[in-house]
Nanobody
């Protein structure tokens, strides 16, 4: 069964940190580019970060550069998003998504093929 399950969300004060995890079941993760996306109430979903299937190429939205770090552990079939210096505007439901499978270099451009159900992150004092 193909499944993506996010975890690690919660309530944190401004300036705090969280680490989100995305556990992938049924996937050969090294064939997929992996992205983190978020959607705040009343706003469109936006891309936060992506890591390629080969070479570990990463990119980030300007709003999170220098604060968030994406990483992957193919052996554990898990992707992480380390979020530091959190701000109230980071409050959103965070989703992981995969694009692939492909043996060619793949990033998150275009439609993602698989999505998790999301985890809530709330940054508030």
């Amino acid at each position: 069964q193909l499944q993506l399950v996010e975890s690690g969300g919660g309530l944190v004060q401004p300036g705090g940190s969280l680490r989100l995890s995305c556990a992938a079941s049924g996937f050969t993760l090294n064939l997929y580019a992996i992205g983190w996306f978020r959607q705040a109430p009343g706003k469109e979903r936006e891309g936060v970060s992506c890591i390629s299937n080969k070479g570990g190429v990463t990119n980030y939205a300007d709003s999170v550069k220098g604060r968030f770090t994406i990483s992957r552990d193919n052996a554990k079939n898990t992707v992480y998003l380390q979020m530091n210096s959190l701000k109230p505007e980071d409050t959103a439901v965070y989703y992981c998504a995969l694009r692939g499978p492909s043996t060619l270099f793949t990033i998150c451009a275009g439609d993602m093929n698989y999505w998790g159900k999301g985890t809530q992150v709330t940054v508030s004092s």
